[in-house]
T-cell receptor
Framework: GENVEQHPSTLSVQEGDSAVIKCTYS??????FPWYKQELGKRPQLIID?????GEKKDQRIAVTLNKTAKHFSLHITETQPEDSAVYFC????????????FGSGTQLTVLP | EAGVAQSPRYKIIEKRQSVAFWCNPI?????LYWYQQILGQGPKLLIQ????????DSQLPKDRFSAERLKGVDSTLKIQPAKLEDSAVYLC????????????????FGPGTRLTVL
């Protein structure tokens, strides 16, 4: 089955700096990669996703890049703000199959004011 | 639209006791998931339903966990008897069936039930 590894487990940045979180996946057939943000005590919420037919996707200060050859994808947050502080999870799956989302272990991002 | 509802939000029980969690998905969402999220880890799928049928329960510890979605809407997850290692947040999520060219629809999560087993 799919295995997703996520690094780093914790990340502290100064407000205004950029943050990068990286994930690797094991199954080359996976073709859908969402990222979820989970604030303390709250539910995970989808913030951005990417499909394997594109290499990069951007939404305001958030971007995701995908390297299918190396089987890794990354979340980039620019101009970080204190409200970006949360746990971020990556996930991977193969759409149209019975496979489910496999989640990474999460990254605790802390943006220091 | 209303989100995924779960209850209770918190539950503390002794080991070997039983506990049940309830989930009401977003209206019209045929697919429902139960996840277990242990502190410091990502959500781990326990069971997936499509309408009232089980699609995947390969990671459900069936000797103690059970789940049902009898009318294809609300779902309950039960643990009997509970063990210390069952302490976790139990998340319910739902999504629409794919169709109309959509390869994968977003999963919407509920607020979770935090279970503590003493």
């Amino acid at each position: 089955g799919e295995n997703v590894e996520q690094h780093p487990s914790t990340l502290s940045v100064q407000e205004g700096d950029s943050a990068v979180i990286k994930c690797t996946y094991s199954d080359s057939a996976s073709n859908y990669f969402p990222w979820y943000k989970q604030e303390l005590g709250k539910r995970p919420q989808l913030i951005i996703d990417i499909r394997s037919n594109v290499g990069e996707k951007k939404d305001q200060r958030i971007a995701v890049t995908l390297n299918k050859t190396a089987k890794h994808f990354s979340l980039h947050i620019t101009e970080t703000q204190p409200e970006d502080s949360a746990v971020y999870f990556c996930a991977a799956t193969l759409t149209g199959s019975a496979r489910q989302l496999t989640f990474g272990s999460g990254t605790q991002l802390t943006v220091l004011p | 639209e209303a989100g995924v509802a779960q209850s209770p939000r918190y539950k503390i029980i002794e080991k070997r006791q039983s506990v049940a969690f309830w989930c009401n998905p977003i209206s019209g969402h045929a697919t429902l998931y139960w996840y277990q999220q242990i502190l410091g880890q990502g959500p781990k799928l326990l069971i997936q339903f499509q309408n009232n049928g089980v699609v995947d329960d390969s990671q459900l510890p069936k000797d103690r966990f059970s789940a049902e979605r009898l009318k294809g809407v609300d779902s309950t997850l039960k643990i009997q008897p509970a063990k210390l290692e069952d302490s976790a947040v139990y998340l319910c999520a739902s999504k629409k069936l794919e169709g109309g060219g959509q390869p994968y629809n977003e999963q919407f999560f509920g607020p979770g039930t935090r279970l503590t087993v003493l």
